[in-house]
């Protein structure tokens, strides 16, 4: 039941994450729900390391920080280029391709 | 099915079966093969050729007589050798074949199967093809379808000749629909006209109708004696070597209805008057002396399917379908070329009502009668047409309108009265004519097989067939000459004479218009001539006195004095009254089944024990007498005669007071129609007599005038008694029911097939079935229409959808693995 | 047999069109004359490898394949490049060859009007390579491949140089007949994989099919089924035709009529019935109640049009309605029937739609009610098409005959050992097909009448109109004369392109042992096949 | 301690490397930074060499996996069975790096003309193919996720490669916010699969899923899910394609070919390898689940083509329907005897699939030089002033159609005998509709071909059309291939034949 409360914590985690990137129209916001929902896998590969006593998961969890680092910073700088370009980062506003 | 054969068991037990053989009778294949080829070389070759291909036609023609008198020659001397002791003359039909086509289990056969029925067909068809070929060349001269013309009739004289000596119900099959072609291409062939354009098809679709029967029953054939051999199938059916007399029945019913249609039987004769669109030599051939009776051939030929299957001659059998349809024919064919105006039509309608004759005398058992009716109908029927003809292209100006070209010209054209004369008298049956030999067969039959009702009807139509063919003889050759005859016979034609007898008597108006509302074959045959000289350029022709000629070209009146002789003369090859058999004999072996001559009553010997009721027992008997068949057969020791429980009667014996009914009808028919005519017609021809102005004038001076002319008190009889009061009404009913009802619904069975065909496109076709094939186009289309809303574009409901999929997608599938 | 003869001529015979294709993709497109030549010489040495072929086929084994090539292709799948000929195949490759040879000879005066005769050419001599290898393949992939060959080019020829509405018509015959092959090829497969998935050599599964459960076969024949009736087409998936037909240029309606249908008959008759045989017993009464639908439902599609083109079009549906007829009896007279059926319908709707061509070129249109007396202004074409007309209804004499009448004989005799509880359907059903036959005359003479028959209408005459007069048009010499507009006669190259059609008709007709003798040995062991996989 | 650790470091064994094994991977690496030091010295005026380069390693790296496909005799395992070589991952190797190479060709003009960043665009290029060369060889779910973003990042920046240009800023950040989360989605299931079985090796997650015989956790249910939706994505299946539209349609051509064809492919490798290895016996999961994205994606792909008027948005909906036609086989891995020709279906389908639809897409760039424009109607009459790219078109749609004997047909036979072999009720009604969508998938192709044979000139421009070489030689391969191995498709399919992936891992 330890891990449980980790489990719980992390799937409310990554709840949060989906209603963010469902929800939100700025991108940036996007971003940060995302980060929450790769943060949540983070903990979850940590409790798992834990509860089957093997290193796997933390080295995982390594490998996932490093990329999701190098995920937001492609995230940031695509989002300053549309701000750049529309001076607007609503995502809303992105459908010029449809149908 | 393997069969065991007949010819084989036959051949083994050797007796009484003679050998015929010869080098014509082996190679008569030939007679066919040769106009086939000159067809094609006219085809290529016809139009470079001086005489347009004729020659070719001709020359083919003349080959063939020679083979098929040279197969004739060695035939003859071949039954008479093999004269045999019971006084059958038993020779063993000629067969060579080669493989046609062959599918797995089945062989089916090419060549020729002679016999004394398809010799007598063979020379008949050779013969009277050379004559009307012969008679063609004058009569189409500068035809602007000359060649063609002479393919066609070359064609055609080949596919008859195929079909009569065909070994095989294919090649039958072959040959008549060949025929139903070359039908096709010389009625049309002025087929600038549309009336004889729709004449043409319709003769086509409605012999077509017939022809489902044809190939239905072959394959019926096929289903029940595994063979289409005709010796084979004749040989196991008269054997009773089948497994349902139910089936043989049905298939004989299906034959029947392809005969129907060819040989113009009612109800499907509507197409044959509307044939007359044809050039009239064409009439003679086809549509009179050779083709239509090519229904009648294949009931003869293959006899025993139909004895057996329609219980001909079953003890207590009063009608059948066979006779029953044939004397139905007879007879309204007789009633309907009585209104005739046209004197193509009338021969068009007796041939109807002659090829009923025939037809009857099968369905009665009269196979040599009805097979020798063939052969003497074709030689008056065929001089007749071509003595119409050549009234109309001597002296009326291609019409065949009897009572406005016609009249009188007997004096100028002696040679075609004589042989038109001789012909009538022929198929009028008037005694030691060739047509009394053969009718009296029939009639005779019918009375002595207890057929009676045919017998009566074949007495009536006796006197019918006297009636009208003496009020057309009367029309045509006597009275005064009309319209184009009146300028071919240099008498001042009197314009308003018919427009004045119409008004003034508007019966016989009505009589003589009214009932002919299609003028379909209102045929003027000059349209198949180029206008320019189609009179004045035929110097030999057509003019007025003092240059007319007397009677036609020798081309024609050669081939009308030939008939001539041969309507009285073919008639004394078999004729009963004269104790002569010679026919009877050459062809009885083609029946294909025995003769009974123990008893007149054919069959009732076999099946007396079994009492009254028809089919049930003839098929018991039919299902006792397999055994013994078979094992006779395998014994080797069965010879032809024993064969099976089915035997065809033999011939009353000729007795002139059998023969005298309808000799006495005959004669009262043509006395009452001549007197008739003469009142009718003549008086009313004749403005010179003040007596008939007067009965045109006040009623009771002419009826005193009637009584006063005593002749005339007949020909009142006639007038009011028959003509209006009978025979006009029923004549006039009979034509109008013909020409709306039957010929109406030959006519909207078509018009309704097109439209159900319209109505089938464009509704079923159109509609439903591509429409849901376009539909489905449609709806893939549209759906894909319905689903892009979905790509809005917009990130955050891609990834609604996305997680949304997946969480479903999750939680039904804990569902599904819980 | 020296090895040389069984190994080589039939892949040449295949893929020597492909030579043409490749000299020709190298030659530029303005040289229309040379292209013309090129795929006519091509056309002509396939065809003459064709004859070859002829005279080293051994008559005296029809029954079995022969010149027999066997290589492994596809090794993963155990799909071989397995070829051979036999009395079925022999007639039809055969005449693959010729139709498109003379096809190619018609084109030389008759290109269509869209131009481009080298990429016209092109794709009919890769379409023969496709037609000629379905008859040849011995294997199901290989003939699949063969199979769908035929489907592009066949797409371009219509929707390229087709008629007004050719693009629709076009993409409907495509797509019918992916249909139709997509279903084939997932049967093809199910049969593979049913017989313990060793071999797609038709050998092979003639005798492994017949092992499959009844169930399964039907199943597997159902696809068939669909995938080969479309190509037939049977009712009531035929409508594709009307309309490729109509629209095709005269060239591709005629490869269509003569070839092309009868890669659907003959993917019955040598695939799906001996390797389905109790498939084939349970559907033989649905195929046969759905052609004699067809004949009838045909003839009345027929009656009902005004499209002269369309109308024989619409025949083809009738036709290849007895052609199934025959098939569905299982019986040797019905296969032999069908087969002769296949061949004789090309031959003689080839001509029907090569006479359509020839009088659109002259009228500019195919309305029935505009033609009228062809007989006057083009009297040979009229006789061409009264002739063709003639055959086409099945006369006796002509090659037409032979297709439709074995069929009835064959359908009231159904196999009684795989359909002997049928037999009284089979029996009706050659009634209503009998029935067909007069319709046939019907549509056709009727055709004939109104297009042939009568004086031409006036405003297809060159003069003024009535100037003509019945005279002048007596005799055959003077049209001639009247050549100022496109209204002319047969020219020499569309007799040099026909006669092989019309002699083939006639001898065909005439004596049909000629096939039949072919056939007729391996359709006995076809059936052979079928029977003792349904016993 | 120095000495402490300079005894563990003793102690320490290097893991046994297969220099051999992983040198495609390693020329890719060194090539990367070849062309990044490069391109910092090298003058604007001769970037193009940067390309010419690039091309170069692309084939570089091709030669040591023809040395190891010609060497071959056995399976080369690293990393504790973590990183493999053999056949399947060699033949998909040289897929991506044959994928790049067109690539580089295809984008060598559009480039220089565009005057966009050369250097970075073939940095990225090079390791996005380095991800999927990697992907083909991993074997474990951490180098699975490591390729997979490996392979990845690089591709969202090429979308919005163009970033002056709103259409592909628009393409860009789509796919990457949908790639993330979708990511996201892949490593939570990751982690639950991590934590139920307790490893990341796919073999041994294999076993322990294999010892629940049948009855799996909720969890592992989810986890087996969620990494499916994550491939899923990258594969575009329907439901989870959405991007792939929009972003083929903004992104720039080359790209779009790119993404069309490498990353699809990675991501059907990827999941391969996890079905294959690593949860093959939870097929209680994904078969039901693949079944109706596979259905799904060729029905929705197709009738959504169907629609279009743009040709790239078309090919991209095309894409997403082949998608379904490669996935539809991996429903039925577990059924029947399916799962070995499932494996080849689905590799020489990937293979044929890239050959046909990079041609179209280079035809399409060929033609839009011209016209520019990207809709279906400017190819009106393309056979008549450029007769060649309209038979090369042809040829491409034709085999996207399925027409023998161009290529795809035979990898959809090849699907077909998958579900076939299969020899449920379930694959039967799978390859019934993937049939019928074949048909449906005909009616947009042949919109194209009607297009260019069929229809006038819209512009009446019939100047014929300047190809660059680079596009020619791309075009040359892409044709041979697709007829080739439509003909000879035992040239490759030899290679899927392979009872190793599962054979020698123990799946």
Known sequence: MYAFNFLLLSAALFSFGIYGVIARKNAVMVLMSIELILNSVNLNLVAFALMNNSIDGHVFALFVIAIAAAEVGVGLAMVLMIYRNRRSIALDELSEMKG | MSQ????????????????????????????????????????????????????????????????????????????????????????????????????????????????????????????????????????????????????????????????????????????????????????????EEQANSKAALKAFFTVRVGDMGLLVGTAMLLAIFGTLQISEINALAAA?????????????????????????????????????????????????????????????????????????????????????????????????????????????????????????????????????????????????????????????????????????????????????????????????????????????????????????????????????????????????????????????????????????????????????????????????????????????????????????????????IILAALAVGAGYLNAPALKIYWFEHQTESSIGLPIDHGDDHGGEETEEPHGDEEALVVSEVAAGANGPFASAAEGGDHSYEPSGPYAVPAPPVFTWANAAPGLILVALGILVSWFASLAVFARRKNPFSPFVGLTTRSRPIGALHSFLVNKLYLDHLYEKVIVRAVAHPIAKAAYWFNQNVIDGIVNTVGTVTRRLGGWVYRNIDQRVVDGAVNASGTAASESGHALQPVQSGKVNQYGALLFGAAGIGAILLIILNG | MDPFKNNELLTIGTFLPLVGVVIMMFISAAEEQLHKMIAIVTAGATLVVGIITLLQYDYDASGQLQFVVNEEWISVINSNYNIGLDGISLPLYFLSMVVTFLVALYTYDNMPDAGSPKMFLMLMLILQVGMAGSFIAQDLI????????????????????????????????????????????????????????????????????????????????????????????????????????TQAPTQGSVILAAILLKLGTYGFVRIALPMLPQGAEAWAPVIAVLAVIGIIYGALGCLAQTDMKRLIAFSSVAHMGFVMLGISTLTVTGINAALFGMVAHGLITGMLFFIAGSVKHRYHTLEISRLSGMLIQVP?????????????????????????????????????????????????????????????AAYLLWLYQRTAFGNPSPEFMPEAPAARSLSAAANDEHHDHHAADDIHDVTPLEWIAWTPFLVAIVVFGVYPQLMFEIMDPAVVELVNVIEAGVG | MIATLLAQAAEWTRPDIDWHGIAPELVLVVGINLVLLIDLWIDQSKKWMIASLTGFIMLGALVPVVTLAVVGDDVRSMFFDRYVVDDYALILKALFLLVGYLIVLMSQTELEEGGYYQGEYYVMLLVSVLGMVAMASSRDLVSIFVSLELLSIPAYMMAAWRKRDVKSNEAGVKYYLLGVFASGVLLYGMSYLYGTTGSTKLTEIGTALADTEGSLLAMQVIAVAFVIVGFGFKVSAVPFHTWAPDTYQGAPLPVTAFLSVGSKAAGFVGLMSLLFVGLYAADGVYEPFIFVLAALTMTVGNVLALRQTNIVRMLAYSSVSQGGFILMPLAVIASGDAAESALKAVVIYLLIYALSNLGAFAVVMAVSRKTKSGEISSFGGLIQYSPGLGVLMTIFVASLTGIPPLGIWIAKLASFRALIDAATGIAYTLAIIAAINTVISAAYYMKVLREIWMRPVPDGDTSEIVVPQPIWAALGICTVGTIVLGLFPGLVMRFADLPDLTGALGG
């Open chain 3, 142 to 245: 290989l003939f699949f491949v063969f199979f769908e060959i035929v489907l592009l080019p066949m797409y371009f020829m219509i929707g390229v140089w087709g008629g007004e509405d050719r693009q629709y018509a076009s993409l409907k015959f495509f797509l019918y007949t992916m249909f139709g092959s997509a279903l084939m090829l997932v049967a093809f497969l199910a049969i593979y994989y049913n017989t313990g998935a060793e071999s797609f050599a038709f050998q092979h599964l003639y005798e492994a099919g017949a092992g499959i459960g009844r169930n399964t076969q039907i199943w597997i024949f159902t696809g068939m089924f669909i995938g080969f009736a479309v190509k037939v087409p049977m009712f009531p998936f035929h409508t594709w035709l009307p309309d490729a037909h």
């Open chain 2, 240 to 560: 009773g070597e089948f497994d349902s007399q139910n089936m043989l029945m049905w298939t004989a019913v299906a034959l029947f209805i392809a005969c129907i249609g060819k040989s113009g039987q009612f109800p499907l004769h509507t197409w044959l008057p509307d044939a007359m669109a044809g050039p009239t030599p064409v009439s003679s051939l086809l549509h009179s002396s050779t083709m239509v009776v090519a229904g009648v051939f294949l009931v003869a030929r293959i006899y025993p399917v139909f004895h057996v299957g329609l219980d001909i001659n079953a003890a207590g059998q009063s009608v059948n379908l066979i006779a029953a349809i044939g004397g139905i024919t007879l007879l309204v064919a007789a009633a309907l070329a009585f209104v005739q105006n046209d004197i193509k039509k009338v021969l068009a309608y007796s041939t109807v009502s002659q090829l009923g004759y025939m037809m009857m005398g099968l369905g009665v058992g009269a196979w040599t009668g009805a097979v020798f009716h063939i052969f003497t109908h074709a030689f008056f029927k065929c001089c007749l047409f071509l003595a119409a003809g050549s009234i109309s292209h001597t002296a009326a100006h291609h019409s065949f309108d009897m009572k406005k070209d016609m009249g009188g010209i007997w004096k100028k054209m002696p040679v075609t009265f004589g042989a038109w004369m001789v012909s009538t008298a022929a198929l009028m049956g008037i005694p030691f004519t060739a047509g009394f030999f053969s009718k009296d067969e029939i009639i005779d039959s019918a009375k002595h097989f207890e057929y009676t009702w045919f017998y009566y009807a074949g007495i009536i139509g006796a006197f019918m067939t006297a009636a009208y063919m003496t009020r057309a003889t009367y029309l045509t050759f006597f009275g005064k000459p009309r319209g184009a005859a009146a300028h071919y016979m240099g008498v001042e034609h009197d314009t308003h004479g018919e427009v004045h007898e119409h008004s003034a008597h508007p019966d016989e108006a009505e009589h003589a218009d009214g009932h002919i509302p299609d003028h379909t074959v209102d045929a003027h045959d000059d349209h198949g001539h180029d206008d320019d000289h189609a009179h004045d350029g035929h110097a030999t022709h057509g003019r007025p006195l003092p240059f007319a000629p007397f009677d036609s070209p020798w081309k024609i009146t050669a081939p009308l």
């Open chain 2, 4 to 191: 065991p054969s007949m010819l084989l068991a036959a051949e083994e037990s050797g007796h009484a079966i003679g050998e015929a053989s010869g080098w014509f009778l082996e190679n008569a294949w030939l007679i066919p093969v040769i106009p086939a080829v000159a067809f094609f070389l006219i085809l290529f070759f016809g139009k470079k050729l001086p005489r347009g291909g004729s020659e070719f036609g001709l020359a083919a023609m003349l080959g063939s007589l020679v083979i098929a008198a040279g197969a004739t020659w060695q035939w003859i001397s071949s039954t008479t050798s093999h004269y045999d002791e019971a006084g059958n003359y038993e020779v063993e039909p000629v067969i060579r074949e080669i493989v046609w086509w062959q599918s797995g289990p089945y062989e089916f056969g090419l060549g020729q199967h002679i016999d004394g029925l398809a010799i007598m067909a063979l020379l008949l068809v050779a013969f009277i093809s050379t004559l009307v070929q012969l008679y063609s060349t004058e009569y189409v001269n500068g035809d602007r379808r000359y060649t063609h013309y002479f393919a066609a009739l070359t064609l055609f004289s080949s596919g008859m000749l195929a079909m009569v000596l065909a070994p095989d119900m294919v090649q039958l099959i072959l040959g008549w629909e060949i025929m139903g072609l070359c039908s096709f291409m010389l009625i049309g062939h002025w087929w």
């Open chain 3, 380 to 440: 040979k074409l009229g006789w061409l098409l009264g002739f063709s007309a003639m055959a086409s209804l099945g006369l006796p004499g002509l090659a037409g005959f032979w297709g439709e009448f074995p069929a009835l004989l064959a359908s009231w005799n159904p196999n009684d050992a795989i359909l002997g509880d049928q037999l009284e359907l089979y029996r009706v059903l050659t009634v209503i097909a009998a029935l067909g036959t007069v319709l046939a």
